[in-house]
């Protein structure tokens, strides 16, 4: 299987990246974001071409690493601030749409 895999990929002109040795953190990491894009985003979208797919992984990713809030990190937004802004009284909130409504990404308004 995997000699069959090398040779389609190598017809496609994917570049195939090996599991460094002694890294088996490297996979898992990896897997989790795959997972994410799947259950997250192409489940829910129906991908009719390539340049689509480029598209919708593109803005999939902005939003995984702009806006959307990650366990590991203490609910924090990868590329983010590190701490919220500080609100008095009734702030207003805008939620912006992701992936035409899929997701949503919210701001305080100026």
Known sequence: MGNAFT???AGTSIRILKTPYRAPKANAICERFLGS???ECLDHILVLGEQQLY????????YFNRAR???GIEQQIPEGSTSAPETQGKAKIIAFPVL????HNCQLAS
């Open 100 to 103: 035409n409504g899929l997701h």
């Open 37 to 39: 894009v799947r259950r």
């Open 7 to 9: 040779r389609v990929a």
């Open 69 to 71: 809030p990650h366990q």
């Open 55 to 62: 598209r919708v992984i593109r803005e999939y990713v902005a």
